[in-house]
């Protein structure tokens, strides 16, 4: 008898891409190296006796590029880590054994998409708009979903297609709209597993004000032992319609690191997959 | 009305983890620049005006490291990637935009495990030993699996419970078990999608041959179009008996690469799961 | 008997660095992999039995970044290299083989200031400005110093002391100043060995115009086989009135590469050594 | 009036250089990352509108990679750096401020060459000898130099030739000859400057000890503030009978950092260098 899910998936199912493919120049935080990505050996470079040749690569980056997840250890507040772990003594030989990224479980699971910039009718938030609580739950009533405990809730905020453009969506003098603090804590009662954006920091950035305070961040990965998923491509899922849907997540192992590029995705059956919101 | 791939996920799936840690110091083919990751800022480094602190990471690596999948732009015979491109004039600005590994689809699919190792009875094939057609088809036979058009087929020869002793398990003197030119054609006569092994280089490594001839490569890569596995941890997928089962895979979407580091998954519903062979 | 040098280099010398610190976030042009450093090992995280412990580095960086040379396999024109070499065949097996950094001979050598933003009585030319061959004479003429074959010459424009501001230092907008194709060639036809300024890119870039076309680059390259140093710290040389001195630059050996950081040294016998313009 | 350096220089000077090319797959100490050079952009991948085209290079490796010099902040004893300072307190911001590779002086200094294996009249010393005050002390003798402070002195055990054998020369089972905690003391007591070898790791590695006690970097580094060399090419010096010359050393002027790959360099004036030993 074949396995229940196995015989979903052989009838067939939908994937919508949330990662940003991984591109020398694409823009990401300044914060955390570059990403770069460089052919050592290409074909002709040295040719075997059996007439075949390989080519291979040299990759340089930062964890916290393209579309990635936040681990635990990535923020600590007031010297401590999630679960109040000491945040300088939780680095054993170089490596955040405890909260590091490999500490992090494959992810399938309920996702939620909640389109702001779609309730407001807006392309995108602007600059720097911090979106409410109360954006939050009209944008969820609108779309007929409710946020259940350890789902994956996915905020798009519209910014996330300016990612073509570069540095303004680095945001920089412009901010970068997303939720604030209070929007974090609302996350955090509902016990989500994980809460994702379509801007590089998940939360607000005012104006001008770069990375220098980030309470959403204290609030999830410190406070609540919730990840963070950002710079995620999330104008495929909304011009979709798709409100529920399976998330699967599946971060890099790194040992001891405080982040992961991931390449997310939305699958639903295509059985009963309609293209309407759920 | 709830989709039927959401149904089953949060009916409860059991998820065995098929890829390596990535950590400093693993094995790894020297044909490839090592896996290095380091904290550029450790918590304390630098703390915020509000108590806070983020942590970040420096990764230098190849690609063809630790559990990874080869892209077609991985190998080319006689100057032709697969489909007859030109191997030279594929690379454009330095990425192979045809075959790189962006161009491969996420995975979810039916995998098989072929446990050669377990049906020889054997903890595993000894170094430089080539498992046979005659090996998988008696294997398959034996667990009462077939191979179908598009599966992921992974080949356990046991050598991957040598992972963790370092520089024995990627060969050298000893070689390395695994299939050879004709356990390739046999797959790809299967019409697999991809394979995989518990080994570094997937195919049959000659004792004291190294990595010079790899006839496995060209038959799947080059003339077959199918995706390779490497590396991959097989052992507790089959302590656990699983012969049949979803199979995840997401590679990192990198432009122009020819390979990624991945994390596949074998994924089972827990309401159907037994524990038993398929 | 003691050598001739030894015995002037012990009677004192004194030497004026003209190399940049490596620092992570230095200005650096865009089209380089950004310089990080970084400490995978610090002290305490390993201690060994004895009671020692070694700290260590990671290094991620292009070649052209820092105070840098320029290796004559950096540039091609119409296909070649200095020389003639074709520029596609030159790279064997991933190395500029032929022109590579690693055949720089070290410099020990004549090297002469022309500092044109003080004979201009500007703090610095203006971005985008030509140093025109008339500035050059003027100013070696007013300095009372002749550029003789072999010698390397040191162009100062005053630019660099914008170096730690960061982006204007690399110019975009503002353009940055320096000669141009004329300045060159006066370079060539007084045979000098290499030649040096302080800018990013060593000739003028014209406002808004970035490194797209690059002229003096060819000439000396290309056409005459001069090495050009780049984002030299002039500051101090000028201060003291050097307008001649011995030159010591010793370029990293990296097989096949394009170019090195550099930390060129002005030096001179205290013995004799003035403080006044030679 | 010209310099009396420059005068020397230019009435010609004789190099012996005794770096090592920096090569991907050199032999290095498996504590540091691998040395790795690719060219992210080759001639061709990118011609301007001018016929022009650039390539460039990628490194990354750690500092104490083909020849190098130890900063002050390499190795600590009992928490402590040299002069007493707090070895944890003294990284800041995950910089070495006070002792890393950036405070060291560029070096144009007497050099002196004790070779132990011409004294000894053996090709190399054995992997694991230990060589003496006694060998130090009979083969300045025997060269008829004496060292004196400040002076920068290399200690030839002929192990260098075996470089290019790859694994042998790091050592592992065979050990690796050079000075012990004894020789050690007689460079402290004698008031060198810095003192280098043609070994991996300046000192006796023990058969089969690895890098698990270094003494002599303890008493160098951590007791007297003298640098060490390792890695270095002798055998050119050896072979020309130089025993007494001038120095030049660069380090690259990485900020913070523990050392730094470096191309030293023994120079002569050519007017009364006689090729025979001092």
Redesign the interface.
Known sequence: ??????Q????G?E?I?L??????GMPQSP????F???????????V?????????????????VGTHIDAL???????K?HGGAD??E???????VEHGV?TI??M???GVLLDVAGHLGVEHCEGGYEITVADLEATAERQGVTVQRGDVVLIRSGWGARFAEGAPYVGGPSGVPGVGEAGAVWLGEHGVHAAGADTIAFERLAPGGGH????A??VLL?ERGIYIVEALDLEGLAAAGWG???F?L??????????S?V?P?A???T???TGAA?
Chains 1, 2, 3, 4 share one sequence.
């Open positions: 008898m074949t396995d229940a899910l196995l979903v998936v052989q009838g199912v994937t891409d990662g940003r493919q991984l591109r020398v914060n955390h190296p570059q770069w990505h460089t052919l050592p050996r290409r074909h002709g470079d040295m075997r006796s059996d007439g075949s040749s390989a080519a291979n690569d040299l990759i340089t980056t930062g964890t916290h250890a990535h923020v600590s507040f007031e010297g880590l945040a300088t939780s680095c054993l030989g170089g490596k955040y490999h479980e494959p399938l699971r309920r220098a305070l980030l309470p961040h204290r410190v529920e849907f399976t699967v599946v971060p890099m192992p790194i040992f001891g690191a405080t982040g590029p390449r995705l699958v639903r059956s059985a009963t997959s759920s």
